[in-house]
């Protein structure tokens, strides 16, 4: 299914549109190739919630088209209902503040009007 | 107007330093570690009232718009605290290694993690 993705903006839109948390990270939640990456899956893991992971390793030409689509530089960057709220510095501060909970329990309400 | 300094070759933290402070001008509080010894990944606190009423994301891009030229081809790995005084206040200072052992793999486990309720 990810051999016709081609990390085309329209394409990353949809990915972050359709699933309320999307990571993308270096390797994998099992086998993480980055400290940052680690941490990021593991903040997401403590929600209890299922999750998108998208190895940008998988593919040389993810990190420059992630990192101009969103604007961001670095990896991981997780996506909460549509939007970037950061790498996993934020993720965790977002997560350990409560506020990550709740911009997920308001994407909530909302799919369910 | 672009006030920056080219580091000479690799980054020194006394440099990050400066240059932090040149993109949050008004911090009581800047604390620069380089996280590898390695002057590629570097862990930002910065302590400011610029970021009181802002979201994390919109006080990280202050910092990583002032380095955008070295992220990630000179700086590998930038992570920040972007903290109110209110928010430092209730900090704890700890610094998140992302590579303690690189001859290990164990070093990708056991992160320390609180839940809101454990603060």
């Known amino acids: 299914m990810m051999s016709d993705f081609e990390w085309q903006p329209k394409q990353l839109d949809e990915l972050v549109g359709k699933n309320s948390i999307v990571l993308f990270m270096k390797g994998t939640p099992e086998t993480p190739q980055c400290g940052f990456s680690n941490r990021a899956a593991q903040v997401l893991q403590s929600l209890g919630q299922p999750f998108v992971s998208v190895d940008i390793l998988s593919d040389p030409r993810a990190i420059p088209a992630v990192c101009e689509w969103s604007d ?4 991981p960057q997780i996506f909460v209902n549509g939007e970037l709220i950061g790498g996993s510095d934020i993720a965790l501060e977002m997560y350990e503040s409560g506020e990550l909970q709740e911009m997920l329990a308001e994407g909530d309400d909302k799919s369910e009007d | 107007m672009d ?10 933290v006394e440099w990050m330093e400066s240059e932090v402070a040149k993109a949050v001008p008004d911090a009581e509080q800047i604390v620069v570690v380089d996280l590898t010894g390695g002057q590629d990944h570097f862990h930002v606190r910065v302590v400011s009232v610029t970021f009181d009423g802002m979201r994390p994301l919109p006080r990280q891009r202050i910092l990583l718009g002032h380095f955008r030229d070295y992220i990630p081809n000179v700086i590998h790995a930038i992570d920040l605290k972007c903290l109110t005084p209110e928010q430092a206040a209730a900090d704890d200072g700890e610094v998140f290694h992302p590579h303690p052992n690189r001859r290990s793999d164990a070093e990708l486990v056991g992160i320390n993690i609180r839940s809101k309720e454990e603060i």
């Open chain 2, 3 to 12: 006030n920056r300094d080219s580091p000479s070759k690799m980054p020194t």
């Open chain 1, 72 to 75: 961001f530089p670095t990896m």
